[in-house]
């Protein structure tokens, strides 16, 4: 797959830069509130509570398909050639209330459709990787607790 042709985050939004910075350090954040605590995804101005101190809280990565969908064609050009893949709504360990929509593959260097769709469940355990996809970008992937790859 071509980098060329994947959409890329921008990441110098004052939102987002601080997980796109963490994720390239091979970490998963998300943001807190500094007034009530409470934690946040996806990244957004402002708390519930209606403070805008915030600051990011590192979690440990691991989760739970919540949901999960095939992708087929038609799509991007940059996954013509990876149709179907399953991609899912993980829900954070560390904090159940928080999801985050990504792709599951065997490894952080696997295709995205390496996981087959019939070895997909709800409520199956899996850990995050992290894959460089260019200088400024690392895309957090999702990894099955059934696959034997010690995840970094």
Known sequence: MENKDIVI?????PDTAGFWAAARERRL???????????????????????FAMGWHEVSGRGRVWSYGVAHAPTLPAFADLV??????????????????????TSAKAAINSVPQDAVAIGDEVTVAFRPVTDEVTLPVWIPATQSEVVQ
């Open 84 to 105: 179907p893949y399953v991609f899912a709504v993980i829900e954070l360990a560390d904090a159940p209330h928080l999801r985050m929509v990504g792709n599951l593959a």
């Open 29 to 51: 954040v998300v943001q807190r509130c500094g007034d009530c605590g409470k934690m946040r995804f996806p990244p957004r101005p402002a708390c519930t509570c209606g403070s």
């Open 9 to 13: 985050p921008a990441t110098d939004d």
